[in-house]
């Protein structure tokens, strides 16, 4: 690390003077206790309704609906997200959000406050994918309440939020389709008093997956907690993930999909990823008014991606539907990527009475370094771990960001607020090629992302909110440092929204227009690794939710997002044209779930509609490709009904089934070097023992 950890334990002393949080009483440490550190976006959820913004709350009554598999099952029933799927195992995740494309990396992903992609500035953030086995819930902010957390904020921010395990013992296992094992083990202890807490949550599972692209996936995270005196609470959370997958970036060529072929195109490529990491959180209610909260975190992750080379990268034989038919020799290429980051993020949080009113301030101070060690590795096809000639790529990717924010709520009378905030990025990228005698010189940029909300409470079922705000994606240092045509400056759009929403314990429902408004965007689905281009875009569009629970245990929840203009501004050359659509970002997404609950029984039917989309910015309709690259071509709209269950036989002992894709619905969820399928009707039953 370039930054050393006792330089960064310093800088947390600062911090404590200068951090930033979310405001809580002293009497609520002992809720916040309970979760062992766990951090939360809003700070409690009743703050959802005083922000200037469009929030989601995904808890865990909705998840135990959904059963979902991975963490893309939930976000995919979110307003305002479409999720681009490529194997049912999601050990990869392509997420976009308002009409931003899928994989775009233009939105932060947190994890209980800490951000988890494997790379923010130096490298790819679809590697990981956190496991759904450990999560309570998530949260979803979209608007100038993202600016409290960025960068990579211009679709918002995706908290999940982890488990603490009740005291005792809980084993959940499950069996379905494609011979799928898993099985979880929750262990959770606590003082009498109730102010120190241990939990354990393991998970195991394999399975051969389907179209036979098998995984083998293990997780496991350890947390604890304890009061200090009455004011203070230290939390540590430890994560070890592993997972071997049998993916890859190559999909189904047009023939095959048409022919009802299921088999795995790539079966000897593997996508090998570990990580680990630690969390230390500290929160201290210094006063009823004044909350101060510092983390510290570190994390590493390898991520060895092992692929048949290609003998030729541009192959003139073609199959029947003309397309080029690849051929493959008796070497493997691993390209090997580990990440590593060392952060530290402090906030203080007051209330005061500044020109007579209330307010709520925050500021704060994060320091994050960051490394990539990328290798280019070549093995005999018997031998595939072992390298059988010098290194084809060796070069270190490094970069150190500090961020400074400052906001504060305005509250001019009980019902109308005004919060204004801004926050100041600053960040330098390196690269060091070991292969040559001189490294590139580095590139260093500073933001300024200022913001402005406005809120007004009518009554409890009708609450006004709007937004402007500059957002900011930081380029990647492929994109910047050895390259022909580096970006001038970092991608940014002015979002702006405005909406209504409101809940009464049973009807709740927001309505939110949006607007992203690009001057220089990144060219989509560009991973930072290949030359961009800049140029403007623009993303409109609206997205609606609403539930009501009646009185005799049936509930109805649906949202839809509509996005009519999600275009390019201007034409680029090979890439897209003026006007044409924004790839991945289908113009109406939807979602309806019908449950019923009474007494130990719960049932939900869910459906999930998704628009077509383009695979590029030339919206081509028929599928193309151009040597070994990525496909373009529209992919039809298609929907997916789910049919979940749980009985609880004993207070003690549940049991529950799923039915996922009900009526077996044929579809296409992208293309890459090929067709990737979804997935085909599935089966899953299993079990809850609590003691």
Same mark, same amino acid.
């Given at each position: ?301 390898? +991520?060895?991606?092992?692929?048949? !080379?290609?003998? /030729? @990268?541009?192959?003139? $034989?073609?199959? %029947? =539907?003309? &397309? ?98 801004? +926050?100041?990025?600053?960040?330098? !990228?390196?690269? /060091? @090629?070991?292969?040559? $005698?001189?490294? %590139? =010189?580095? &590139? ?103 539930g009501y629970a009646f009185e005799n245990g049936l509930y109805v929840d649906g949202n839809v997002t509509w996005v009519p203009t999600a275009e390019f501004g201007e034409d680029r050359p090979g890439d897209a044209l003026k006007g044409n659509r924004l790839p991945y970002s289908p113009e109406w997404t939807a979602n309806l779930s019908v449950g019923y609950q009474h007494g130990r029984l719960q049932a939900n039917l869910l459906l999930n509609v998704v628009d077509e ?79």
């Amino acid at each position: 690390m370039r930054i050393r950890i006792d330089t960064v334990m310093g800088l947390a002393v600062v911090a404590m003077v200068l951090g930033w949080g979310p405001v809580l009483r002293a009497n609520e440490l002992d809720e916040r206790t309970i979760q062992l550190g766990t951090v939360t976006v809003l700070g409690r959820q009743q703050e959802a309704q005083l922000l200037p913004g469009s929030v989601s709350l995904v808890t865990d009554a909705i998840m135990g609906r959904v059963q979902a598999r991975s963490t893309e099952d939930v976000l995919r029933r979110v307003p305002g997200i479409y999720v681009k799927g490529e194997e049912e195992s999601a050990v990869v995740v392509n997420v976009g959000v308002r009409g931003l494309p899928a994989g775009d990396y233009k939105t932060l992903v947190l994890e209980d406050g800490v951000p988890i992609q494997p790379g923010i500035f130096v490298g790819n953030a679809r590697y990981y994918n956190p496991r759904i086995q450990r999560m309570r819930g998530a949260e979803v902010l979209k608007g100038a309440a993202s600016l409290r957390y960025g960068p990579n904020t211009i679709g918002g921010v995706i908290n999940y939020q982890t488990k603490t395990p009740d005291d005792g013992v809980s084993i959940s296992g499950r069996v379905s389709s494609w011979n799928t094992y898993e099985t979880t083990v929750e262990v959770g202890g606590s003082t009498p008093a109730g102010d120190a807490h241990f939990g354990v949550i393991a998970t195991r599972a394999e399975s051969d997956g389907f179209m036979d692209k098998r995984y083998d996936t293990t997780d496991v995270m350890v947390k604890t907690g304890t009061a200090i005196g009455a004011n203070q609470f230290v939390g540590v959370k430890f994560l070890y993930y592993e997972t071997d997958a049998n993916i890859s970036y190559r999909g189904l060529f047009p023939d095959a999909y048409r022919a009802g072929a299921r088999f795995n195109p790539a079966p000897d490529d593997w996508f090998l990823t570990t990580r680990k990491a630690f969390d230390v959180s500290h929160e201290w209610f210094i006063h009823p008014d004044v909350t101060l909260q510092t983390q510290v975190y570190w994390s590493e992750m390898s +991520r060895d991606y092992w692929r048949f !080379q290609l003998v /030729d @990268d541009n192959p003139t $034989t073609t199959n %029947a =539907d003309g &397309f080029r038919v690849w051929n493959f020799g008796d070497e493997v290429q691993g390209n090997n990527r580990t990440f590593e980051r060392l952060g530290l993020d402090s906030r203080l949080a007051l209330q005061h009475g500044l020109f007579g009113m209330g307010n709520e301030a925050e500021f704060g101070v994060r320091v994050i370094t960051e490394e990539m060690l990328d290798q280019t590795i070549r093995a005999d096809r018997a031998t595939p771990r072992t390298p059988n000639q010098p290194l084809l790529r060796h070069r270190l990717d490094s970069a150190d960001s500090l961020a400074l924010f400052g906001q504060n709520r305005f509250d001019a009378t009980d019902r109308f607020a005004v919060t204004a905030g801004l +926050r100041v990025e600053t960040y330098e !990228q390196k690269r /060091d @090629d070991v292969r040559r $005698t001189r490294s %590139a =010189d580095p &590139f260093s940029n500073t933001e300024f992302m200022p913001g402005i909300g406005v809120s007004y409470r009518i009554d409890p079922l009708a609450q006004l909110y709007g937004s402007v705000y500059r957002a900011f994606a930081p380029p990647l240092v492929g994109s910047v440092i050895g390259v022909d045509t580096p970006p001038t400056k970092a991608e940014t759009s002015v979002n702006i929204e405005f909406g209504i929403r409101g809940d009464d314990g049973r009807l709740h429902y927001e309505v939110t227009a949006f607007q992203m408004d690009f001057s220089n965007q990144v060219d989509p689905g560009v991973s930072g690794i290949r030359d961009p281009n800049e140029g403007s875009a623009l993303i409109q569009g609206m997205e609606a939710a609403l539930g009501y629970a009646f009185e005799n245990g049936l509930y109805v929840d649906g949202n839809v997002t509509w996005v009519p203009t999600a275009e390019f501004g201007e034409d680029r050359p090979g890439d897209a044209l003026k006007g044409n659509r924004l790839p991945y970002s289908p113009e109406w997404t939807a979602n309806l779930s019908v449950g019923y609950q009474h007494g130990r029984l719960q049932a939900n039917l869910l459906l999930n509609v998704v628009d077509e989309v383009f695979g590029d910015g030339m919206n081509a309709r028929a599928f193309t490709t151009e040597k070994t690259g990525t496909w373009g071509g529209l992919i039809p709209s298609y929907y997916t009904v789910d049919l979940t269950g749980r009985y609880a036989l004993r207070s003690n002992v549940s049991v529950f089934g799923a039915i996922k894709n009900l009526t077996d619905e044929e579809y296409i969820t992208g293309l890459r070097q090929g067709i990737y399928v979804g997935p085909e009707r599935s089966f899953k039953v299993g079990a809850t023992y609590t003691f």
